[in-house]
């Protein structure tokens, strides 16, 4: 376990884009990055000094949002030309056309599995594709207004969806039913997304408001009020103990989850900051802006294993009602109790880039963009096929290379480490039941006592008054 932490850090900024990036997603191993602009245009950025960019031309529109499948050889793209769009991020730049939406769709997420796409629009649904037949499966109509985000939960039973109705919903995706239902009456959510253990979700919001909310107990957890305009995106780290914030006012905040409160604001992009994302390690991040620049940081503060961290967790015991954030997650010595104040990292006097900020990009046409005149129900054109068996074959092959790399290094499966996995999270979800309960019947014998001290009261008096 790393004995000190250090303040994030600018890695270098990439410039490529002509307008706002309105979305950032790092690919599985972190090599690349890929972002979404109003210019029309994905690019995907190699993270290695000195590489080329690809850029992405098929989207008549501008392109809203865009995530790397898990295993990293497919990219989604969503856009305000009502399409979602699937490609292999090579140098051919194959892409498939999902059509379905009657108005400007505004995000798309792989569900964790990778066999399944959600996307929200402005059309007021959400609407749930699948990867392999690049076809409909089912859409959930319940907003009254423009679903400006929705998200699968790491198990992908859930979607959480945010809408400018003021709602936050919970859909359970077996029974196709709205479940759960959180009302903002100072704002709407921006952006909405789970918690890696899939108990709590966050929203962004439009009344410059971070909320975490407990979708089991269907209560609030935290509400922060840090920035000065409205907070566009969120993105949790891996170990669910940070959660980095993007806002309107220009800045990027980091906060201690487990402490409940701010631990380091960053300074670097000029206007609106509209996107952040960590990487699937966490040791990473990346944010885009109204500025179109795309800034590449080092996290830095949280350098050390999240399983080291179960290791050195310590049983609390909290006073407030249950549940309390910190009884969801694993409590861990903490680092960072000396700095009472958020520290403010500001890369234009912290850091020099001395690389170059424009890798020479490479332009990529789509080779199916003649499918755009495709209707939804004919979306198995030969594309398609070619694309789905294409990147089956490739998600073989990395799923392979990935079992290998796991034996030679930590000597366990990935498939038993996953259930250990599991089984722990199971185990908090336990831990946490059982402190509710022993609450819950602490309450009842409190209860019961008063109620005999009442009923000896009531004997006393009756037989004086005999």
């Known amino acids: 376990?790393?004995?000190?932490?250090?303040?994030?850090?600018?890695?270098?900024?990439?410039?490529?884009?002509?307008?706002?990036?309105?979305?950032?997603?790092?690919?599985?191993?972190?090599?690349?990055?890929?972002?979404?602009?109003?210019?029309?245009?994905?690019?995907?950025?190699?993270?290695?000094?000195?590489?080329?960019?690809?850029?992405?031309?098929?989207?008549?529109?501008?392109?809203?949002?865009?995530?790397?499948?898990?295993?990293?050889?497919?990219?989604?793209?969503?856009?305000?030309?009502?399409?979602?769009?699937?490609?292999?991020?090579?140098?051919?730049?194959?892409?498939?056309?999902?059509?379905?939406?009657?108005?400007?769709?505004?995000?798309?997420?792989?569900?964790?599995?990778?066999?399944?796409?959600?996307?929200?629009?402005?059309?007021?649904?959400?609407?749930?594709?699948?990867?392999?037949?690049?076809?409909?499966?089912f859409s959930l109509f319940q907003h009254t207004h423009w679903v400006r985000c929705a998200k699968f939960s790491p198990d992908g039973r859930l979607i959480a969806s945010c809408s400018e109705d003021k709602s936050v919903k919970i859909w359970d995706t077996r029974n196709k039913t709205c479940i759960d239902n959180f009302l903002d009456y100072g704002g709407f959510s921006n952006f909405v997304d789970f918690n890696p253990s899939g108990?709590?979700?966050?929203?962004?919001?439009?009344n410059h408001t971070v909320k975490l909310w407990d979708i089991r107990m269907n209560k609030l957890l935290q509400h922060y009020k840090v920035h000065r305009a409205g907070v566009n995106c969120v993105s949790f780290h891996p170990s669910g103990n940070y959660l980095i914030t993007a806002s309107t006012d220009g800045t990027l905040k980091i906060l201690d989850l487990l402490e409940g409160r701010l631990i380091y604001t960053l300074h670097g992009h000029k206007g609106p900051v509209l996107s952040v994302g960590f990487s699937k390690g966490g040791e990473k991040f990346a944010s885009g802006g109204a500025d179109a620049q795309v800034l590449l940081w080092k996290t830095n503060f949280d350098s050390f294993d999240y399983k080291e961290?179960?290791?050195?967790?310590?049983?609390?015991?909290?006073?407030?009602?249950?549940?309390?954030?910190?009884?969801?997650?694993?409590?861990?010595?903490?680092?960072?109790?000396?700095?009472?104040?958020?520290?403010?990292?500001?890369?234009?006097?912290?850091?020099?880039?001395?690389?170059?900020?424009?890798?020479?990009?490479i332009e990529i046409s789509s080779s199916f963009s003649t499918a755009d005149d495709v209707g939804s129900e004919d979306l198995q054109y030969p594309p398609a096929s070619v694309l789905a068996t294409s990147s089956k074959r490739k998600s073989e092959n990395g799923s392979e290379s990935a079992v290998h790399n796991g034996d030679?290094?930590?000597?366990?499966?990935?498939?038993?480490?996953?259930?250990?996995?599991?089984?722990?999270?199971?185990?908090?979800?336990?831990?946490?039941?059982?402190?509710?309960l022993e609450q819950r019947l602490?309450?009842?014998?409190?209860?019961?006592?008063?109620?005999?001290?009442?009923?000896?009261?009531?004997?006393?008096?009756?037989r004086q008054e005999e």
Request: charged share 20%; hydrophobic share 40%.
């Open 309 to 361: 961290v179960l290791k050195h967790h310590i049983r609390r015991t909290h006073i407030d009602d249950p549940p309390h954030l910190l009884d969801i997650y694993p409590r861990s010595p903490h680092l960072h109790d000396g700095k009472p104040q958020s520290v403010e990292v500001n890369p234009t006097f912290d850091v020099t880039n001395t690389q170059t900020p424009d890798p020479p990009v």
């Open 408 to 436: 030679t290094q930590t000597g366990i499966s990935p498939s038993l480490g996953n259930a250990l996995e599991h089984i722990v999270g199971q185990l908090d979800v336990l831990t946490l039941t059982i402190s509710i």
């Open 1 to 137: 376990m790393a004995s000190a932490l250090e303040d994030p850090v600018l890695i270098r900024p990439f410039r490529g884009h002509r307008a706002a990036v309105t979305g950032v997603a790092f690919n599985a191993e972190a090599a690349g990055l890929a972002t979404s602009s109003l210019d029309r245009f994905l690019m995907v950025w190699k993270l290695k000094t000195q590489c080329r960019a690809y850029k992405f031309v098929g989207h008549a529109e501008a392109v809203t949002s865009v995530q790397f499948s898990p295993d990293g050889q497919l990219l989604a793209s969503a856009s305000q030309d009502r399409t979602v769009r699937l490609w292999i991020p090579c140098i051919h730049g194959e892409s498939s056309v999902l059509k379905g939406h009657t108005a400007s769709v505004r995000s798309v997420s792989f569900s964790h599995d990778g066999h399944f796409l959600v996307s929200a629009s402005n059309d007021k649904s959400i609407k749930i594709w699948s990867v392999r037949h690049q076809r409909l499966l």
């Open 199 to 206: 108990t709590c979700i966050a929203s962004a919001g439009s």
């Open 442 to 462: 602490t309450l009842t014998e409190d209860k019961l006592k008063e109620c005999l001290e009442n009923q000896q009261k009531m004997l006393l008096q009756g």
